[in-house]
C-alpha cells in the first residue's frame, strides 16, 4: 500500500498559523490526487495514508498535510489555533453521495410487505404506489413543508459523515412542481452546512396524466421544463429513467441532447431492471455518470470505459428490493470503469448512511474497504465535477473531513450498522462531535 509524503501547493500557506489542527491520526487517508481522478482499476485502492497523520486548517482550506512531527516542527501555535487529538483514529475526506432523492413528501414503508409478498418494483407502481405515489404526496405539499423534511435528512447524513451530495428532483412530474423542489434545494444550500448539488429529473417517471401519452410529456420536458429550469437557474446536470416501460433509449437520447444544448451536464439512471442498452447511450452522450448499471451488458460497459463514465453503484437499492442481484463492480474495476458510491436516499432506498453503502458494497459486490472509500470520495466527487474542491485532503482544497472513532480503514465495512464517527469536519469548523 502506497504511504503517502508531503506535497506543498502553496507554500504560502505554510506562513498561516491554523484555525485548525489535527494531530496523531492513527491514519490519514489523503486520496491524493496523483494516483488520478478518477481512480481506476488498481489505484482504487491506493490510499495515500500517513500515519501519526495531522492536517492543519485555515478558515475553509487545508494549508497542511502530513506527519504529526513535520506539522509540529512547521508552524507555530497561538491561542486561536484548536487543537484535536486523533490518537488510535481514522481520518477521511468527507464522504461525497452523488446521488440521492432527499425532496419528497410522504413515506412508502407499507411497501416493504408488499415486496415482502413477492411484488416487484413495476408491479408496485402499477398499482399506483412507488414513485407515482410519492408524486402525488409531494405535489400537494408546500414548499416549507419539502425544506423541512430535507432538513432532517440532512443532518442525519452530515451526523454519518456525508459532507457534499447531489439531489434531484423528479417527485412533481409538472413544470410548477419541478421547479417547486429545486426551489426547496436551492433553500436548502443555502442553509445547510451540506454542500448540495441539484439535478433536474422531470423524467423519473409517466404521470397519470399521461398515461398512454409518454411522448407528449417528453415534449414538455423539452419545450417547457428544461428551459424555465435553465432560465432560473435551477439545476446543474439533467438525468432521465432509462428503463423498461418508463422512458426508452431513443427518449431518453432525446431528453438529455437537449438537456446539453441548453447547458446542463447529462447524467442517466440506466439498466436497472432490463437491459435496455442504457450504458452505451451513457457512453455516446458523454454522461458524467450513470447510476445502477445492474443488467448493462458488456458492450455497453466497455463504451462506458472508453467514454470515461463514471458509474456510480446503488448498493442500497438492490437490498431494499430484496434481490440478490448487484452491479458487477469487480467487472468494472476489470474494464477500467472509475466506480462511484452513492446511498439513492429515496422513499423507497430510505438511508442516510454512506457507512452502510461501503458495507453493502464490500459484502454484495466484493469491493475492498480500500476501494469502497475511494469510490465514496474522490471518485464521488468527480462524479459531481467537483474534484479540484473536494473528495480528498490536500493543500488548497476544502477543509471537509470525518474523524472516525476506529483505527484503519477496514473498520468501515467490518463493524457495520453503528455509527462510527466521532466529529465531522465542514468548510474548515467542526459541525459534528459525537
Not at 438537456?259 to 451513457?282: F, N, S, W
Not at 463514471?310 to 476489470?334: H, Q, V, W
Not at 469502497?372 to 473531513?401: F, H, P, V, W, Y
Request: hydrophobic fraction near 40%; include cysteine; charge should be negative.
Amino acid at each position: 500500500m502506497f504511504v503517502a509524503s508531503t506535497y506543498v501547493k502553496k507554500e504560502m500557506f505554510l506562513e498561516s498559523e491554523p484555525d485548525l489542527v489535527i494531530i496523531h491520526a492513527n491514519e490519514l487517508i489523503t486520496m491524493n490526487t496523483a494516483f488520478g481522478a478518477p481512480r481506476k482499476g488498481e489505484s482504487m485502492s491506493e490510499l495515500a495514508i500517513f500515519y501519526d497523520g495531522a492536517i492543519a486548517i485555515k478558515d475553509d482550506r487545508i494549508i497542511f498535510v502530513g506527519s504529526t512531527d513535520e506539522l509540529m516542527s512547521k508552524f507555530s501555535f497561538g491561542e486561536i489555533t484548536r487543537k484535536i487529538d486523533a490518537s488510535n483514529k481514522l481520518v477521511t475526506p468527507g464522504f461525497v453521495d452523488p446521488h440521492t432523492h432527499i425532496i419528497f413528501d410522504g413515506t412508502r414503508e407499507n411497501e416493504l410487505s408488499m415486496k415482502l409478498k413477492g411484488k416487484s418494483y413495476l408491479e408496485i407502481l402499477k398499482e399506483g404506489g412507488g414513485i407515482l405515489k410519492t408524486v402525488r404526496e409531494t405535489r400537494n405539499a408546500p414548499i416549507e413543508k419539502l425544506i423541512e423534511n430535507g432538513k432532517k435528512i440532512l443532518y442525519r447524513m452530515i451526523s454519518y459523515g456525508t459532507t457534499t451530495l447531489e439531489t434531484k428532483s423528479g417527485y412533481g412530474l409538472t413544470t410548477e412542481s419541478e421547479i417547486k423542489i429545486l426551489k426547496a434545494i436551492k433553500v436548502l444550500n443555502e442553509v445547510h452546512p451540506i454542500d448540495i448539488v441539484s439535478t433536474f429529473l422531470g423524467a423519473h417517471a409517466i404521470p397519470t396524466e399521461y398515461e398512454n401519452r409518454a411522448n407528449e410529456y417528453v415534449d414538455l420536458i423539452i419545450s417547457e421544463m428544461i428551459p424555465r429550469i435553465v432560465k432560473e437557474n435551477l439545476a446543474e446536470f439533467c438525468d432521465v429513467f432509462c428503463e423498461k416501460g418508463i422512458f426508452s433509449i431513443k427518449q431518453t437520447r432525446k431528453i438529455l441532447e437537449t438537456a446539453k444544448r441548453y447547458g446542463l451536464t447529462p447524467q442517466i439512471h440506466i439498466d436497472e431492471i432490463v437491459d435496455t442498452y442504457g450504458a452505451k447511450l451513457a457512453a455516446d452522450i458523454n454522461a458524467i455518470q450513470a447510476g445502477h448499471l445492474l443488467k448493462s451488458n458488456d458492450e455497453g460497459l466497455k463504451a462506458m470505459a472508453e467514454a470515461d463514465v463514471i458509474a456510480t453503484l446503488l448498493p442500497g437499492t438492490p437490498f431494499c428490493l430484496m434481490s440478490n442481484e448487484y452491479a458487477p463492480a469487480r467487472k468494472m474495476i476489470d474494464l477500467g470503469i472509475p466506480i462511484a458510491l452513492a446511498t439513492d436516499l429515496n422513499p423507497n432506498c430510505w438511508t442516510e448512511s454512506m457507512q452502510m453503502i461501503i458495507a453493502l458494497a464490500c459484502y454484495n459486490m466484493r469491493l475492498s474497504p480500500a476501494e469502497a472509500l475511494a469510490a465514496s470520495t474522490i471518485n464521488s466527487a468527480c462524479a459531481l465535477q467537483r474534484q479540484d474542491e473536494i473528495g480528498s485532503l490536500e493543500i488548497g482544497k476544502k477543509a471537509d473531513l470525518i474523524i472516525f472513532d476506529v483505527p484503519n480503514h477496514n473498520f468501515l465495512p467490518y463493524q457495520f450498522g453503528v455509527n462510527l464517527v466521532s466529529m465531522v469536519v465542514k468548510n474548515g469548523k467542526v459541525v459534528v462531535d459525537i
